[in-house]
């Protein structure tokens, strides 16, 4: 085997979203849409993912699609990935990681490898930097770049 970028997801807690909209067929795809859109798709994973989804149930963002990516390791799981993103004008990578290797690599790389282009990608992440604060999660990641008004911005067509 050639070595390949894995991820281990491990919840804190349960969240709102985590057993909903799951099907056996996301375990092959690797990915799973929990909301379809009309323009514009944020595609994330975890925490941040049921942040989005508290959004759009709020109706703040009703129009928004909502793709949950959490494996990515094979051309196989792209071509479903590739044909459900394609018809979006824009996507925000929203994740609670760094830039470098994370989800938004990831969703940048297939985008590429499958020749796909004229998507705009806005990857919000946390910047390339140590920091720690004991201060709750929803703050700190607000503090560093991931709140969900600057979201709804990054968003905006």
Same mark, same amino acid.
């Given at each position: 085997?050639?070595?390949?970028?894995? @991820?281990?997801?491990?919840?804190?807690? !349960?969240? +709102?979203?985590?057993?909903? /909209?799951?099907? =056996?067929?996301? %375990?092959? #795809?690797?990915?799973?849409?929990?909301?379809?859109?009309?323009?514009? @798709?944020?595609?994330?994973?975890?925490? !941040?993912? +049921?942040?989005?989804?508290? /959004?759009?149930? =709020?109706?703040? %963002?009703? #129009?928004?699609?909502?793709?949950?990516?959490?494996?990515?390791?094979?051309?196989?799981?792209?071509?479903?990935?590739?044909?459900?993103?394609?018809?979006?004008?824009?996507?925000?990578?929203?994740?609670?990681?760094?830039?470098?290797?994370?989800?938004?690599?990831?969703?940048?790389?297939?985008?590429?490898?499958?020749?796909?282009?004229?998507?705009?990608?806005?990857?919000?992440?946390?910047?390339?930097?140590?920091?720690?604060?004991?201060?709750?999660?929803?703050?700190?990641?607000?503090?560093?770049?991931?709140?969900?008004?600057?979201?709804?911005?990054?968003?905006?067509?």
């Amino acid at each position: 085997d050639e070595p390949r970028l894995r @991820c281990i997801r491990l919840d804190r807690s !349960a969240m +709102s979203l985590q057993g909903s /909209l799951f099907d =056996r067929n996301c %375990l092959q #795809t690797g990915y799973r849409t929990i909301r379809s859109g009309d323009s514009a @798709c944020v595609i994330s994973n975890v925490y !941040a993912l +049921s942040k989005v989804y508290e /959004l759009i149930n =709020r109706d703040e %963002l009703s #129009t928004l699609g909502l793709i949950d990516l959490f494996a990515s390791d094979s051309a196989d799981c792209w071509c479903a990935f590739c044909d459900e993103v394609q018809r979006y004008k824009k996507i925000v990578v929203f994740e609670e990681n760094t830039g470098s290797g994370a989800l938004g690599s990831q969703v940048l790389e297939i985008l590429h490898a499958a020749g796909i282009s004229g998507i705009q990608v806005h990857r919000q992440c946390l910047d390339e930097d140590y920091f720690y604060e004991n201060i709750g999660r929803d703050d700190l990641m607000a503090r560093h770049g991931l709140s969900l008004e600057l979201l709804k911005k990054n968003i905006e067509i």
